[in-house]
């Protein structure tokens, strides 16, 4: 009997990679010990997640190196294990056979995609890639596929899912999964029937190398602003890993928002070389398909009109904002150089929301507007205001706060572009996760004040400032929740503690005005 693997979103039916074409995708590793057995049917790098068959592969980390985890891994079924040299050594049994190459990372892509099946093979692949707008893009996109009559999977940061029923995972959610979950996923999918995918692809994917071995019809760039400095140290690095997407190697053709400066530089690199197709998007400069005019409609929608190379289309979005106008329209770019005719996608286009972003939250009568979003960058916390301005007549209070152990220098100017668009500046927590919150608000009260223009307040923590905005806001108000939008916990030293924006926002409301009956605040500062 095959084991149960639904847990892990690996799909019900692989079969066996011989030994032979494995080493053909590795290039040649050299082997310690001896290989038994036809070959493999899986492949993981979780010595946990290790089913029969599997090769497992040992990574360096950060504070383990995973090949210190073989004799479990074996323990429990692996037919081998895939690592470098320094973790050669750190297989002590030498019946364990170990096969060895310079860069596991690499190598494990390639052979996950071979073990699965190449599944991307047997699916059109949509993967969109920038700091800004991912999530909304593969809505839209995935909308319009649905429209079309098309079962889609989607894979990003809001999870995983099939026909936009949620997959359920072992696997902590993350934008783009390591290259064995991706591979699994991907084959999931297409056992399941659906013949488009539309995924996120971050740029630490790009770096590490989790999306190689999959090769997308489609590749959307949105635009680069500050983000995941962290982990790249440089814009220069972070630019370099996003343009990874606009190889050969990964992408067919290449959607490009040439409003951005470092779209342009992108668009000059794909036009300069060969083998991918180049379409570029645009409100201000000339493009492919150029935003003819767009004006808000019904509060929080817009209405667009498009130039393209086949004719003007003509959109009513349900979404706010310039920002997903720009969204919108590249959602389009991709679709018709997919094949897909504008009237069989059009309907899914205007009818898409998008869970925590631009999000409007019914919280009772007579309350203030109250939208929720996930901007947590100085480009996004702009985009997301200027959006909100046009859907109120009345103030715009921003809650906003600034992530811990992360890039540290976006706090300031996370504060000063709110206090540039908004009335009022609320500061609270994000996710401090392991630094101290007041330090983290006051780096973001510092941009705020340095700016002027709008009333600042340190809010606290998450809860107290929600309540406060409310308290301030009247009825013609808009309050913008920003920085955790769809997210249903908040990382506070070691513990995930529960909190979902739209749900507290309710709470707070019916606090406020005596309709929560007995109510006790948890504790969120610890």
Same mark, same amino acid.
Do not use: C
């Given at each position: 009997?095959? #084991?149960?693997?639904?847990?892990?979103?690996?799909?019900?039916?692989?079969?066996?990679?011989?030994?032979?074409?494995?080493?053909?995708?590795?290039?040649?590793?050299?082997? @310690?010990?001896?290989?038994?057995?036809?070959?493999?049917?899986?492949?993981?790098?979780?010595?946990?997640?290790?089913?029969?068959?599997?090769?497992?592969?040992?990574?360096?980390?950060?504070?383990?190196?995973?090949?210190?985890?073989?004799?479990?891994?074996?323990?429990?079924?692996?037919?081998?294990?895939?690592?470098?040299?320094? +973790?050669?050594?750190?297989? &002590?049994?030498?019946?364990?056979?170990?096969?060895?190459?310079?860069?596991?990372?690499?190598?494990?892509?390639?052979?996950?995609?071979?073990?699965?099946?190449?599944? *991307?093979?047997?699916?059109?692949?949509?993967?969109?890639?920038?700091?800004?707008?991912? =999530?909304?893009?593969?809505?839209?996109?995935?909308?319009?596929?649905?429209?079309?009559?098309?079962?889609?999977?989607?894979?990003?940061?809001?999870?995983?899912?099939?026909?936009?029923?949620?997959?359920?995972?072992?696997?902590?959610?993350?934008? =783009? #999964?390591?290259? $064995?979950?991706?591979?699994?996923?991907?084959?999931?999918?297409?056992?399941?029937?659906?013949? &488009?995918?539309?995924?996120?692809?971050?740029?630490?994917?790009?770096?590490?190398?989790?999306?190689?071995?999959?090769?997308?019809?489609?590749?959307?760039?949105?635009?680069?602003?500050?983000?995941?400095?962290?982990?790249?140290?440089?814009?220069?690095?972070?630019?370099?890993?996003?343009?990874?997407?606009?190889?050969?190697?990964?992408?067919?053709?290449?959607?490009?928002?040439?409003?951005?400066?470092?779209?342009?530089?992108? /668009?000059?690199?794909?036009?300069?070389?060969?083998?991918?197709?180049?379409?570029? =998007?645009?409100?201000?400069?000339?493009?492919?398909?150029?935003?003819?005019?767009?004006?808000?409609?019904?509060?929080?929608?817009?209405?667009?009109?498009?130039?393209? $190379?086949?004719?003007?289309?003509?959109?009513?979005?349900?979404?706010?904002?310039?920002?997903?106008?720009?969204?919108?329209?590249?959602?389009? /770019?991709?679709?018709?150089?997919?094949?897909?005719?504008? !009237? &069989?996608?059009?309907?899914?286009?205007?009818?898409?929301?998008?869970?925590?972003?631009?999000?409007?939250?019914?919280?009772?009568?007579?309350?203030?507007? %109250?939208?929720?979003?996930? /901007?947590?960058?100085?480009?996004?916390?702009?985009?997301?205001?200027?959006?909100? @301005?046009?859907?109120?007549? +009345?103030?715009?209070?921003?809650?906003?706060?600034?992530? +811990?152990?992360?890039?540290?220098?976006?706090?300031?100017?996370?504060?000063?572009?709110?206090?540039?668009? !908004?009335?009022?500046?609320?500061? *609270?927590?994000?996710?401090?996760?392991?630094?101290?919150?007041?330090?983290?608000?006051?780096?973001?009260?510092?941009?705020?004040?340095?700016?002027?223009?709008?009333?600042? %307040?340190?809010?606290?923590?998450?809860?107290?400032?929600? @309540?406060?905005?409310?308290?301030?806001?009247?009825?013609?108000?808009?309050?913008? %929740?920003?920085?955790?939008?769809?997210?249903?916990?908040?990382?506070?030293?070691?513990?995930?503690?529960?909190?979902?924006?739209?749900?507290?926002? +309710?709470?707070?409301?019916?606090?406020?005005?005596?309709?929560?009956?007995?109510?006790?605040?948890?504790?969120? =500062?610890?």
């Amino acid at each position: 009997m095959s #084991p149960d693997t639904s847990h892990l979103l690996r799909p019900a039916s692989v079969g066996i990679t011989s030994w032979e074409r494995l080493e053909t995708v590795l290039g040649q590793p050299s082997l @310690r010990g001896a290989l038994s057995g036809p070959g493999v049917s899986g492949i993981t790098l979780d010595s946990r997640q290790v089913v029969p068959g599997d090769l497992y592969v040992g990574l360096p980390g950060t504070r383990f190196h995973g090949a210190s985890f073989a004799a479990g891994a074996v323990a429990q079924g692996a037919a081998a294990v895939l690592t470098d040299a320094h +973790g050669e050594e750190l297989v &002590d049994d030498p019946r364990i056979p170990v096969l060895v190459v310079a860069d596991p990372r690499v190598a494990m892509a390639r052979a996950s995609a071979l073990i699965f099946g190449n599944p *991307t093979g047997r699916m059109t692949m949509y993967g969109i890639t920038g700091t800004n707008g991912k =999530t909304t893009t593969a809505f839209l996109v995935e909308a319009g596929l649905r429209a079309a009559g098309l079962r889609t999977g989607t894979i990003g940061t809001i999870g995983y899912r099939l026909d936009g029923r949620p997959l359920p995972s072992a696997r902590t959610t993350i934008t =783009t #999964p390591e290259s $064995p979950d991706l591979q699994a996923l991907f084959a999931t999918m297409a056992e399941a029937g659906a013949s &488009d995918t539309v995924m996120e692809v971050s740029s630490h994917a790009l770096a590490m190398h989790r999306v190689d071995g999959t090769r997308f019809d489609v590749a959307a760039f949105t635009n680069l602003g500050r983000d995941h400095l962290d982990f790249h140290k440089t814009m220069e690095a972070y630019f370099q890993a996003k343009a990874r997407l606009f190889t050969a190697d990964l992408a067919r053709a290449a959607v490009i928002n040439v409003d951005d400066e470092h779209g342009r530089r992108l /668009a000059g690199q794909v036009a300069a070389e060969h083998g991918v197709d180049l379409i570029t =998007t645009s409100i201000d400069a000339g493009s492919d398909y150029r935003v003819a005019s767009w004006h808000p409609e019904g509060g929080l929608g817009s209405r667009i009109l498009v130039d393209t $190379p086949t004719g003007r289309r003509d959109l009513s979005l349900s979404l706010p904002g310039e920002f997903n106008v720009r969204n919108a329209v590249m959602a389009l /770019a991709m679709l018709e150089r997919a094949g897909h005719g504008f !009237a &069989d996608v059009v309907a899914g286009l205007e009818r898409a929301q998008v869970p925590g972003r631009m999000e409007r939250v019914e919280i009772g009568a007579g309350a203030p507007e %109250v939208l929720v979003d996930f /901007a947590h960058t100085p480009q996004a916390i702009g985009s997301a205001l200027a959006a909100a @301005r046009t859907a109120t007549g +009345g103030r715009l209070i921003a809650v906003l706060g600034a992530g +811990g152990d992360r890039d540290s220098a976006k706090r300031g100017p996370m504060g000063s572009v709110a206090a540039q668009l !908004a009335d009022v500046v609320v500061v *609270t927590d994000d996710n401090p996760r392991t630094e101290d919150p007041a330090a983290i608000r006051t780096a973001v009260l510092a941009g705020a004040r340095r700016t002027g223009g709008a009333v600042v %307040v340190d809010g606290g923590d998450r809860r107290s400032a929600i @309540r406060e905005a409310l308290a301030m806001a009247d009825d013609n108000d808009l309050v913008a %929740v920003l920085g955790k939008g769809h997210e249903t916990g908040q990382s506070v030293g070691d513990r995930l503690l529960d909190f979902d924006d739209r749900v507290v926002t +309710g709470q707070e409301w019916a606090r406020l005005h005596g309709l929560d009956g007995s109510h006790q605040e948890e504790d969120i =500062t610890a």
